[in-house]
């Protein structure tokens, strides 16, 4: 039983040699001599397309010319779409290594382009390439690909023959519900475009499908809308293929004369059109028709004939294996049971390697029968079907234990899963309350500098005032007093000044400033150069950054200059900072006297835990190379999602 592929591309009946040119070509070959590049590339490509009905060297001598002519022109479309014309030629021609060769070469134009869509039509090609030569793994491989580009590009034809496609492949495995389902979408989709043409090769692997299910009414339903549709577009590949499974229906049910007609119209139509699998099919149905009709004869001379053609063909493996089981039949039925049994063996030896074990059951079943007397054959049949009952329970006990399996992996799988989760959102969780923590130590920093500002250096200011008054209002005083008078009013002064630098380099924030790098360059000038000479250099800073991102990254810097200041005893501090595409990088580095780093992360003063704490909250890295007498240098690493 032959199926119906389908093909993305515009299929013409294939009559070679029914004429030798057309209006179409000669017009196209009179334009030869007057054009140049792209026009004459595009003429090639038209005439290596109309001369595939008629002529096929000639089209292969064409698309050559319009590959050349694509590259002379540095075309890859044009290149590509000869690649792929060519290969449906020699697709034709079942020369099915040289059809894959092509399109791949087609596809990786495509690819380069970028054309998703061409790239799934070729998917589509290279898949039914595969199977046709019975390779259906790879198939398939293919025909998933060109679906899944299909659908995403909503392109419905594609989809639906796609589906197709699929369908058959798994109603070649046997798996017929699976089949049905891919072969109802497809229906669904070509109802809707009104494609017809479509339509007709759904309808017969459908009814293909329902013949093997032994469900004749439907499939003969299938098969008579084919082949209304197909008469009516002039579809006469799918034409062929339906009337041939409708042939072998009316055999299978014994209705010769209807079977007949049948099957000598579809051998004409597959003579047509050249297609070497579907004149196999044909002959194999007449001959099991001849079978039937005990025209043992003709059987096997039509038999014999459909094997020979089966073997030197290139895509008919499936065939081959049919027409050695139906010569069986007609060696059993004849009498001829060494022969019978020979041809048997060759069949089951030609089947998948999946059902190597079963078959070969049916062999040494298939032994016993031919050589044991008449009366022995009931016992051997009940052994048969108790070994096919084991059989049966075998499978369904290692489909048992399958299932467990899945079932603990997916189990395995979703616990894992779920810890996944739940690390992740601890660390969310721990994200979220690090931030809090920060953001709250900074709102607190903030309240405290705003209250000694306000509160204590407001008291203070009025303490000055009221000692001034008092000064004032004092009728004489000795030159001890005034003395000591002053010296209070010294350190009062004194005191609002610590209070008001306090205060302000607490509340300085990148909040007050236009960008972090001016908020730096504030925070520079203010310490004394001849003490500390600090050089500044930043990049990319010129945009504000997020605002707790800047506020981070200005403790941090405050806290490593502060350090710097305090303990390190240097003359000179370089800073750079430097944003680009990957985030922030920062170094400090000082010409003081260093500490052993490997001892201060241990020992972890509250300077370097702040700036810690602020890195991780950032995401940042932090790295500390020093040691005793030659500086130190601090580089930070902010990635750009901080």
């Not at 299929?11 to 070679?16: A, G, S």
């Not at 589509?124 to 998933?144: A, D, P, S, T």
């Not at 601890?426 to 903030?446: H, Y």
Request: charged share 25%; hydrophobic share 35%; aromatic share 6%.
């Amino acid at each position: 039983m032959k199926v119906s592929l389908a093909l993305l591309v515009m299929v013409c009946p294939l009559l070679l040699n029914a004429q030798q040119t057309t209006p179409a070509i000669d017009s196209l070959e009179k334009l030869i001599p007057t054009q140049t590049g792209a026009q004459l590339s595009a003429t090639y490509t038209n005439l290596t397309w109309e001369y595939r009905t008629i002529d096929r060297e000639k089209a292969i001598l064409y698309g050559n010319k319009a590959i050349q002519e694509a590259r002379s022109i540095n075309s890859p479309a044009s290149e590509a779409q000869a690649y792929n014309d060519l290969g449906i030629i020699y697709f034709d021609k079942e020369q099915y290594d040289t059809a894959v060769d092509l399109y791949t070469k087609a596809m990786n134009i495509r690819r380069q382009l970028k054309d998703e869509l061409g790239i799934a039509k070729l998917h589509n090609k290279i898949g039914i390439v595969y199977q046709n030569q019975g390779l259906l793994e790879q198939g398939l491989g293919h025909q998933l690909k060109a679906l899944e580009l299909f659908e995403k590009h909503k392109d419905d034809k594609g989809t639906a023959y796609s589906l197709n496609n699929i369908g058959t492949i798994n109603q070649s495995l046997g798996r017929y519900a699976e089949a049905i389902k891919y072969h109802e979408q497809s229906i669904a989709i070509k109802q809707k475009m009104g494609d017809s043409y479509g339509l007709a090769g759904s309808f017969v692997n459908v009814g293909s499908i329902y013949q093997l299910s032994k469900n004749y009414t439907k499939a003969e339903a299938y098969y008579l809308d084919a082949i209304r549709l197909t008469r009516g577009s002039g579809d006469k590949e799918s034409l062929a293929t339906a009337l041939n499974n409708l042939g072998q229906l009316f055999s299978i049910k014994g209705d010769y004369e209807k079977a007949k007609p049948l099957i000598r119209e579809s051998l004409s139509l597959q003579t047509q059109l050249s297609d070497t699998k579907g004149r196999v099919s044909c002959l194999i149905s007449m001959g099991d028709i001849y079978t039937g009709q005990r025209h043992f004869d003709s059987a096997g001379i039509v038999l014999n004939q459909a094997l020979k053609m089966a073997r030197s063909a290139v895509n008919c493996q499936a065939e081959e294996t049919q027409a050695m089981l139906s010569l069986s039949l007609l060696y059993e039925k004849t009498g001829n049971n060494q022969a019978a049994l020979d041809m048997y063996k060759l069949y089951s030896g030609a089947r998948d390697s999946l059902f190597t074990e079963r078959l070969g059951q049916k062999v040494a079943e298939m032994e016993t029968r031919f050589k044991t007397v008449e009366h022995e054959k009931t016992i051997q049949q009940q052994q048969f079907e108790l070994q096919q009952k084991n059989y049966w329970l075998a499978a369904v006990i290692s489909i048992l234990m399958l299932s467990k399996l899945l079932i603990y992996w997916y189990y395995r799988r979703y616990k894992h899963s779920q810890k996944i989760r739940l690390q992740e959102e601890i660390s969310r969780q721990q994200a979220i309350s690090a931030k809090a923590v920060i953001i709250a130590a900074e709102e607190e920093r903030q309240r405290i500098a705003r209250d000694l500002h306000d509160g204590v250096g407001q008291m203070m200011s009025a303490a000055k005032m009221n000692l001034s008054a008092f000064e004032s209002n004092l009728p004489g005083t000795s030159k001890e007093h005034q003395s000591s008078l002053e010296k209070i009013m010294t350190l009062v002064d004194e005191s609002c000044r610590e209070i008001r630098q306090v205060s302000h380099n607490m509340m300085l924030s990148t909040s007050f400033k236009k960008t972090l790098g001016e908020a730096l360059k504030d925070f520079i000038n203010k310490i004394d150069h001849n003490t500390l000479n600090i050089h500044l250099y930043t990049e990319g800073l010129d945009q504000s950054l997020d605002p707790s991102t800047e506020v981070m990254l200005y403790r941090i810097i405050q806290e490593c200059v502060n350090n710097v200041i305090k303990h390190a005893h240097a003359t000179i501090l370089d800073i750079s900072i430097i944003r680009d595409t990957d985030g922030i990088s920062a170094t400090i580095e000082d010409n003081g006297r260093g500490f052993d780093a490997r001892e201060k992360v241990k020992s972890g003063g509250m300077g370097l835990k702040n700036i810690h704490t602020r890195i991780e909250y950032l995401k940042g890295n932090i790295d500390i190379d020093s040691s005793p007498g030659r500086g130190t240098v601090i580089s930070l690493q902010i990635p750009a999602v901080a």
